[in-house]
């Protein structure tokens, strides 16, 4: 299945205001109240993720935190679904399960998948974050999937898949699944949180699963990146989380 690079474009509003203790981010960068994030996609991209979306807890207690996703504008066919502790079906809208989130702590477990199924259109999802001791106090964020054209989007040849890496967080490894038949020159770069380059894995013209030992790996955050022919296509955030 092709993949495209999703061109992430973030615009800040101020329409709604953050659940006490809790703060949104995303890819490290601190979100507005309100705000909308665009994930931008062919059509025909298959599955299209938002794993760079975080939550933190600045109250000085331990709070348990669900989540509540509301597909605001929806196209027939397509198919939404979300992770919160737990990955959930697509008919599931809140979390069954809370996330223990220690007073200044982050977590990392919200994933959010969409599938365009080859539709054109834009749908517009609204994720609530609430500690379920104060229901009515949440940290929103909408998030359009935008599949509406397939202008801007680059397919490289033979560039076929490359799944994100599992399990996530890892502890003493995590893997990759891909398909890069036809695309020579391929590397996989993992780099830590200040951006510097500590692993290159090579996997060439060939197709297969790659297992990465994180034994070694300090704790935190961590970006690995699809690199064919001298050019970064995509990244990804791996977490690295020793038990």
């Known amino acids: 299945m092709k993949k495209a690079i999703l061109n992430l474009v973030v615009t800040f509003i101020a329409t709604q205001g953050f659940a006490q203790g809790l703060e949104l981010y995303f890819e490290g960068v601190l979100l507005s109240p309100g ?17 760079t979306l975080d939550v933190k807890n600045i109250s000085s207690s331990t709070l348990e935190v669900k989540c509540i996703r509301t597909i605001l504008e929806n196209i027939d066919s397509t198919v939404n679904s979300f992770c919160w502790g737990v990955c959930y079906p697509p008919a599931t809208d809140t979390s069954v399960l809370s996330v223990t989130i220690p007073s200044q702590g982050m977590s990392y ?15 517009k999802v609204k994720y609530a974050f609430y500690d379920i001791h104060t229901p009515q106090s949440q940290s929103i964020v909408v998030v359009n999937y935008d599949h509406s054209q397939a202008d801007g989007v680059t397919d490289l040849p033979g560039m076929k898949f490359i799944s994100g890496a599992y399990p996530n967080p ?15 020159n391929s590397q996989i770069l993992i780099f830590n949180f200040l951006g510097k380059l500590i692993e290159k894995l090579e996997v060439g013209n060939s197709t297969g699963t ?13 970006f690995y990146s699809l690199k064919v022919n001298n050019q970064i296509i995509k990244t990804r955030k791996l977490v690295i989380s020793h038990r």
Do not use: Q, R, W
């Not at 890892?170 to 020579?184: E, Q, V």
């Open 35 to 51: 705000a909308e994030i665009t994930l931008a996609g062919h059509p025909d991209s298959g599955m299209m993720v938002l794993d």
């Open 109 to 123: 477990e919200f994933v959010g998948d969409h599938n365009p199924s080859g539709k054109v259109g834009v749908v």
């Open 170 to 184: 890892a502890d003493n490894f995590t893997s990759l699944d891909y398909d890069l038949t036809g695309s020579p």
């Open 210 to 222: 790659i297992t990465i030992n994180t034994s070694l790996f300090n704790e935190g955050i961590y």
